[in-house]
């Protein structure tokens, strides 16, 4: 006996509405932020503070943005919460009290990193942290470097700019004599001091890179990686233009070299970096095309 019309044609049965663990999300959340609030809160107190860093307020708004366009991936993804993530909670955990006793900045900072991964594996499980490796990736920009490592970093790119700045100079015609970071002129005396070293362009440039690649770069991670690590000579040689520029417009007016001047030169420079990271991705994504597969998106 056939069926009838009404009998055959059965719509599908609709999909289960994702389930969020709100209660315990909040309450993981809530714990979080008043376990590590005063380490946090004099990490804000030193973006404010240290030029290197001010880009630090941007990193968890970035992340935040970047995990809210993820949302309907991230409710896709199967919840299989594991108890490695207290592991990870109590590793953190140990960590900040260590470094608190140390009085180490680095290790309590970083110690809220690893207690966020924990709660992530413990809520979400494994499939949950893959899918928010990026952003938590990208939370690592907002910790200030340690002060041994950043003086390791500093003083090489110091001496970098100032040899590139001397044989510009030279080039162009202007007497100069280097003694280290030092660059004797005519006129005056240059420090390359650590403020001018590129490692604050280096820092925003490299952070910036990672958020460019993300959204105009989704699918292609090859290039999204070297575009990234091409941030290290594009923010040498901007740094280097500048120091070389400064010395070149002092011969002129020594004012320039100083003030409200010198603050104005270094944002054109980094507004010209950020052109050079465009440029550069640009150039990668026409070697992919002309030596690449054919199956390039446009």
């Not at 470094?99 to 499939?127: D, K, N």
């Not at 010198?262 to 992919?288: D, K, N, P, Q, T």
Request: charged fraction near 10%.
């Amino acid at each position: 006996m056939p069926l009838s019309a009404e009998h055959s044609q059965q719509s599908p049965p609709a999909a289960s509405a994702t389930f969020i663990p709100w209660v315990p999300l909040l309450w993981c959340a809530t714990l979080l932020i008043v376990t590590y609030l005063p380490i946090l809160a004099l990490m804000v107190r030193q973006w404010n503070n240290d030029d290197d860093m001010g880009h630090g307020f941007f990193v968890p708004l970035v992340a935040l943005y970047v995990v809210w366009q993820m949302r309907d991936s991230l409710l896709a993804v199967k919840s299989n919460p594991s108890w490695f993530g207290l592991l990870f909670l109590i590793w953190g955990g140990l960590q900040m009290a260590v470094g608190m006793l140390g009085a180490e900045l680095f290790l309590q900072r970083t110690a809220f990193l690893i207690s966020l991964v924990g709660a992530v594996v413990f809520l979400g499980g494994w499939p949950m942290l893959r899918a928010l490796r990026f952003p938590l990736a990208m939370l690592i920009f907002m910790i200030p470097i340690p002060a041994v490592i950043y003086n390791q970093i500093t003083f090489p790119l110091q001496l970098l700019a100032s040899r590139v700045a001397e044989v510009a100079l030279t080039t162009v015609g202007i007497p100069v004599l280097r003694d280290g970071n030092v660059l004797e002129l005519a006129s005056q005396k240059l420090s390359v001091v650590e403020a001018c070293s590129g490692i604050r362009s280096l820092l925003s440039l490299t952070f910036l890179s990672m958020v460019y690649g993300y959204f105009f770069e989704e699918n292609r991670i090859e290039l999204r990686w070297l575009l990234f690590f091409s941030t290290l000579p594009i923010a040498i040689a901007a740094n280097s233009f500048r120091v070389s520029l400064t010395g070149l417009l002092s011969e002129y007016n020594p004012e320039l070299a100083q003030g409200f001047f010198h603050s104005l030169e270094g944002w054109v420079i980094f507004v010209f970096a950020l052109l050079l990271l465009v440029g550069c991705h640009r150039l990668l994504v026409w070697l992919s095309k002309r030596f690449g597969s054919s199956k390039v998106p446009a």
